[in-house]
């Protein structure tokens, strides 16, 4: 339907959500495991991602964005692709992603955006950048404390990271989220151990 209504209707904005649409199935295979277990962006194999469908959204993401005249489907896309665009996750370019959440902030000026983009800052400039960037979000978002502890335990911060996960596995939307965060709780609890 979105491939159809993109030819109709040559818009930028109908493409980029095409493109968008079209990297995050390419994708699709790679993030549950086995019993439906949810798997992060970061430790998903990526050998199992669509490479067609990742050439054919980064195709029809630079069509739109050469039109100038950007939207916040094609900046969504920019950074699906910048993600698809990674060999490992080690590899993922988080500055340049940092940008297009800047860009992305600036059309929607959206609370998630703005938490989003504290992951992105923290990835690209070291977790304190991160937490200085979810300052200014509302802690009552959803996921927000999986943000803030996933941060914290990059800072070093593990008795905290701990108890958010926690918090965020309570508030958690799906059966998936709430077992990935309990199982994080858990493994930062582990590294609190004495040896």
Do not use: F, K
């Not at 493409?15 to 390419?26: E, R, S, V």
């Not at 100038?68 to 990674?86: K, N, P, S, V």
């Amino acid at each position: 339907l979105a491939r159809q209504l993109a030819a109709l209707t040559g818009e930028p904005e109908v493409a980029g959500l095409l493109a968008l649409m079209l990297l995050h199935h390419a994708r699709r295979a790679s993030r549950t495991g086995p019993g439906g277990r949810l798997v992060p962006l970061g430790e998903q194999d990526r050998s199992r991602w669509d490479a067609g469908l990742i050439t054919e959204g980064v195709a029809v993401l630079q069509a739109a964005l050469a039109r100038d005249r950007l939207g916040e489907y094609q900046a969504q896309a920019a950074i699906a692709a910048l993600h698809a665009d990674a060999q490992t996750a080690a590899e993922t370019d988080w500055v340049q992603i940092a940008e297009w959440y800047d860009e992305l902030l600036r059309l929607t000026g959206s609370p998630v955006v703005r938490l989003n983009r504290a992951v992105a800052v923290g990835e690209a400039d070291g977790p304190q950048a991160g937490l200085a960037a979810l300052a200014g979000v509302d802690p009552g978002l959803p996921r927000y404390a999986a943000v803030r502890a996933h941060l914290l335990e990059r800072a070093g911060d593990l008795e905290q990271a701990a108890g958010l996960y926690g918090e965020a596995a309570r508030a958690a939307a799906s059966v998936p989220e709430r077992d990935h965060l309990t199982r994080e709780a858990a493994r930062v609890r582990q590294l609190l151990r004495p040896r």
